[in-house]
């Protein structure tokens, strides 16, 4: 079972920048696409952002120009820089492999709360 771990979520105004992180323990994680997702409260898990192993990258187009996602294999890590957020980006944020190659296993996520 593949341990993740995301953080860096937190309460902002709409405008204001916030930069998630994720940890994947995962010895193939260099290899494979790894994106970002969210869920709303009631609504599907999302996926918002996509990299792949040699840094190929697609978003969601609500998404497009405001967020950048990125990866340090050498650290196992994942990144995501949300700028300009918007009240609709509140979410709880989850980074988990998309298709054939998700793991079963998701992590604890990390909740955005964009607010006045």
């Known amino acids: 079972q593949v341990h993740i771990v995301e953080s860096g979520g937190g309460l902002v105004q709409p405008g204001e920048s916030l930069t998630l992180s994720c940890v994947v323990a995962d010895s193939n994680f260099k290899t494979i696409p790894i994106g970002w997702y969210r869920q709303a409260p009631g609504n599907l898990r999302e996926l918002v952002a996509v990299?792949?192993?040699?840094?190929?990258?697609n978003y969601l187009d609500s998404v497009k120009g405001r967020f950048t996602i990125s990866r340090d294999n050498a650290k196992n890590m994942l990144y995501l820089q949300m700028n300009n957020l918007k009240p609709e980006d509140t979410n709880v944020y989850y980074c988990?492999?998309?298709?054939?190659?998700?793991?079963?296993?998701w992590g604890p996520g990390t909740q955005v709360t964009v607010s006045s």
């Open positions: 990299i792949t192993g040699d840094g190929t990258t």
């Open positions: 988990n492999a998309p298709g054939r190659y998700k793991y079963d296993s």
